[in-house]
């Protein structure tokens, strides 16, 4: 079965919240507080400027991803988005898909560029998958991620025009 | 007389919001829709993880700045700051004493970094007032912020550890 991606609705709480919590919980890719509750994550992950899609195969949801502007004003042509793909899903193409969607869909609402504010440097696996889409790291933070084994690790801002 | 740096109340609202108007309505300095209305930005200059600092001099507001955490999590160690002027007010010293004050608050309250995510690279004056006390420019985003006069202009990612 292929992934299909469509936007998300209050009937994928549950397994979005099953998602976010693994991704929270870990605290190794986001800045967001691992003890977060589930309101709380979902009212961050889904409302407000946030617009969420979910990526399902065959019913089931394997990840989510979130699309934003990322300032007010004079930077609201340049989107945020967030990624988040369930642990059991990891090498299975799902982020890869997100990140074509999210590309084409930010395009569609007519931003002018796409940044990453906070890419932990140790998630190696997303900095490369970013790149590969375009985006350059064009801000490096000296630790400003403390992760939890590593320590406090650099943190990337990652930009690219679309 | 000397400025003096005190905390926000809510009686300040009536001189913060002149100052905050003319910056915000200005729409060169800060990623903020210029069209915000006085509730808004009163609320996000002040509530929330923000706190605001009010500068005066002799019973006169001439400037206010926040601080807050500038994300959760393992990003809760760097701090975000923002910093706004009287137009009557300016070079009169009143943004030095802000980030001096800002830096040592940051430093008491224990975060390890000040971020600021959105400098515009036309607003000169305060790249180099930043420089001026430590901060680098860690991020250059491209046509990041869309001037009212100039355009399109660069948006910088400033940063030191305290």
Known sequence: MSL?????????HAALWAILEAVFRAGETYAIDPDIDRAA???W????THDAFI????GTVLGS?????NQQGGGAHVCNCGFVTAPEAQG?????AMITHALA???ARGFLAMQFNCVVASNTRAVRLWQAHGFEITGRLPEAFRHPQA???DAYVMYRKL
């Open 4 to 12: 299909t991606i469509r936007s998300a609705r209050a009937e994928d």
């Open 41 to 43: 994550a979902l009212e």
């Open 45 to 48: 992950w889904m409302s407000g």
């Open 55 to 58: 990526v399902e195969r065959d």
């Open 65 to 69: 991803y979130y699309i934003c502007p």
């Open 92 to 96: 299975q193409g799902v982020a890869r």
């Open 105 to 107: 869909e930010a395009r």
């Open 151 to 153: 320590g406090f690790v």
